[in-house]
């Protein structure tokens, strides 16, 4: 196998794109196209303002540096299959929403209609690197798929790289990883596919920090696990000893855990909404109620099961009035997350209960209780003195983040309650 000269990944998204947009960076010589079947999203990759379709600390310096270099977003998806060497296929695998397993099993329609793609459409062979989360036999499948439906004189080894990276420090994470796995058939054009994919890793990360174990199982069995015990994949890391960032960093997230790879955190929404039902609570939050944060964790504008859509969907079933401020999270993203957890809703009542404010200040105004549901420095920064003033009394906080100087806001004058440490008001 030729050194990888092109890379294609199929897949804009949270993975694919900061992990292609980083590889193009340390890897100047290697042309990266990164494509989309989704035009808005290619657009916004696109975009002269670099308004880029996701937020994470420090990617738009990575694009910037590297966008028409050796880095190109596209939505000809069959072109960059074709030129490629060798194709990432970081396409989402949401969670089945009916059928055996909904509900928890991972749906991979997606990764095998991306490879069916790469079947019909190649001229030559490559190298296919699954990067999506995906059960253990998926590399199996789709091995059989391409064998199944390629010419004769396009050969295809695969490999599996599952990704490690955590959203909100994407960047950082892919500049230094604890390590990357790369799994791959322990036949000679096996080894030879994953020695071109650990070169291309070895222009920053260290090579002791490249895993190359021989088989699929052991790659495969770390994601699967996550999707079978919907564990942090790297408390799984942990267990195995090679993560240096869990430690600390994983108790401070105490109960902020959420997002698409994980459970979403179900205690603190219930414990939640349990605190609010306390009937002196009700009589007030019922009128008027802002939510501070939507996205799933700090640092990102992704949503995906975040706890602030199930509370917003359980607010809207009391009718109460909701103000929903986040400093990341696009308008039309809110509406959509809320239009499908509230599916009996019109979106034009919706839009009458639920307002979205451009400013923590604004949100709260005249509302009878504050909601923390992400954690977001800026919200500790506000200025709780003023929040106070404009709120109906008594004001309410409910920190389910453990995020605010919960005796500073009693000082106040609010009724605090911080979710997870037992306290009520
Ligand atoms: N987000 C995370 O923190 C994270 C971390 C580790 C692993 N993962 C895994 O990585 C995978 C990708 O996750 P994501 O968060 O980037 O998903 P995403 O939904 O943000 O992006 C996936 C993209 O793939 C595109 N796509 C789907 N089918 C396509 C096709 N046939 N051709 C071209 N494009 C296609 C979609 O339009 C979408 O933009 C998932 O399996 C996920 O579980 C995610």
Redesign the pocket.
């Known amino acids: 196998m030729p050194a990888v000269n092109k890379i294609c990944c ?8 900061p992990t292609c947009a980083v590889i193009a960076l340390k890897c100047p010589h290697i042309q990266v196209t990164i ?4 035009q808005a ?1 290619i657009d916004a990759w696109n975009s002269k303002d670099y308004k880029l379709p ?1 937020y994470e600390p420090g990617l738009e310096d990575v694009v910037r540096e590297a966008r028409g270099r050796n880095l190109f977003f596209s939505t000809d ?1 069959d072109k960059g299959i074709q030129e490629a060497d060798l194709i990432f296929v ?4 949401p969670t089945k929403k009916s059928g055996i397993g909904a509900g928890f099993a ?1 749906d991979l329609n ?1 990764v095998e ?2 490879t069916r ?1 790469i079947a019909a459409v190649s001229n030559s062979s490559k190298i296919v690197v699954e ?4 059960p253990c036999r998926t590399a199996e499948s789709m091995r059989t798929i391409l064998e199944a439906n390629s010419p004769a004189n396009c050969r295809f080894d695969i490999l599996s790289n ?6 909100g420090t ?1 960047v950082n994470d892919l500049f230094a990883p604890d390590r990357v796995l790369v799994g791959s058939l322990e036949t000679p054009e096996g080894k030879v596919a994953c020695d071109a994919l650990t070169e291309i890793y070895a222009n920053w990360v260290p090579r002791e920090r490249i895993l190359t174990p021989s088989v699929f199982l052991p790659v495969n069995a770390l994601s699967a696990i996550c999707e079978a015990t919907g564990a942090n ?1 790297d408390e799984v890391a942990y267990a195995v000893g090679k993560d240096s960032r869990v430690g600390p960093s994983f108790l401070r997230a105490s109960v902020g855990f959420g ?3 994980f459970q979403k955190d179900i205690l603190n929404l219930v414990y939640l909404s349990d605190s609010l039902h306390l009937p002196e609570v009700a009589n007030y939050w019922r009128q008027n109620i802002a939510v501070l944060g939507f996205a799933f964790k700090a640092d990102t504008g ?1 949503t995906r099961e975040s706890a602030a859509i199930s509370l917003v969907r359980d607010f809207q079933a009391e009718n109460a009035n909701v103000n929903i401020y986040d400093p990341q999270v696009v308008h039309e993203q809110i509406w959509s997350d809320l239009s499908e957890a509230c599916p009996t809703i019109p979106l034009t009542t919706l839009q009458k209960r639920v307002k979205i404010f451009s400013s923590a200040l604004e949100a709260c105004k005249n509302a009878e209780a504050v909601v923390i549901a992400t954690e977001w420095k800026e919200f500790r920064d506000i200025d709780w003195n003023v929040v106070y003033l404009n709120m109906r009394k008594p004001a309410f906080v409910f920190d389910g983040r453990i995020l605010l100087d919960a005796d500073k806001l009693r000082n106040i004058g609010f009724k605090v309650t911080v979710i997870g440490r037992g306290e009520k008001l």
Do not use: Q, W
């Open positions: 199929i897949g804009a998204g949270y993975v694919g794109g494509v989309d079947i989704n999203r996701i998806v970081s396409v989402n695998t991972a997606y209609l991306a793609r990067k999506s989360t995906v599952p990704e490690f990276l955590a959203e994407a994949i997002g698409s790879c992704d």
